[in-house]
């Protein structure tokens, strides 16, 4: 892989692709390109027979140009560096930061092409990518770009094999907070590949991870269990509690969001003393229970009257004692 570092300061895990593929898909873009320049030229040979030899000669250049040099750069172009061949082969010309290539880049790469595939039959174009860490031709060097592979094999993810079933929950209250992800890592790949490994090569790797894998969380292994078996059900104990807390978390969401929309769609506001959304119940008597006194709430008596007021001079009052404002005084 190749560290290709981005104009935001990432760096882009990409594959070169070596001189086997690169030619191969150089093969195939040479087969159409010379193709369709024979068949533009057996045309041009029949329109052009009443021409004089100059003009022959002036069309002939000019359709080699346009085919074998023009068709090439506008391909690389408009595609974004991926011609025919390199379709085939899963390739992709790009920049040196991981970015597609524009015209200057299909262009300076189309120029040398000429000189180091066509020219001298592919010989400095092989020699340049041989010689190169990346593979690069000098087309490659000169623009300011790479060829890298699209279509990478799949990796082959191994399971790993469960914990024996005497060992499954037994490490409950193991503190893992302290173990690293790459012991994670090692531990997971020596599981799914210990059936490969030499017995003894195997029992030594087991110990050791074992070992580590005690020193970060504190804790001895139960006596008399073998380290390998010790490692699958520590693994079992890790993916057990990602698997509930991810439950969790996800049920948490959910929660929340129900509520959310049930707040939302309930209606305008809320009322003094009374839970929204939620309907009236009234208050049933308190009954005594049998053989008891019954219990006589506090009777709060009622404000005293204050006396009328007397309306202002020169005033009426009119019906029902409401003053010429509309204020009713207390009764």
Known sequence: MSGVVTGDAVVLGLQPARLPSRALAVLVDLVVVWAAYLLVMLGLAVATASLDEAAVAAVSVAAFLLILVGAPI??????????????????????DDGGPIRFRHALVRGAMGVVEILMTFGVVACVA?????????????FAGTLVVRE?????????VPPPPPWLVG?????????????????????????????????RRLAERLADELVARTGTPPPAGVPASAYLAGVVAERQARDTRRAFTEAGAGAD?????????G???GFEAGRVFGAPAVAVPPVVPPSGASPVTPPVTP?????????PPAGGSSSGGGS???GFVPPA
């Open 74 to 95: 506008a391909v690389e172009t408009l595609s974004h560096g991926r011609s025919l061949g390199k379709m085939v082969c899963g390739l992709r010309v790009v920049r």
């Open 129 to 141: 990518s041989l010689v190169s860490e990346r593979g690069r031709r000098l087309g490659d060097v």
């Open 151 to 159: 279509r990478l094999p799949a990796a082959r993810v191994l399971p």
């Open 170 to 202: 037994r490490f409950a209250g193991l503190d893992l907070s302290a173990v690293p992800e790459a012991l994670w890592l090692e531990v997971r790949q020596y599981l799914a590949r210990a059936r490969e490994l030499d017995p003894a090569v195997g």
């Open 256 to 264: 929340v969001g129900n509520r959310t929309g049930a707040g939302a």
């Open 266 to 268: 309930a209606g305008g």
């Open 302 to 310: 009622p404000p005293a009257a204050s006396p009328p007021s007397a």
């Open 323 to 325: 003053s010429a404002t």
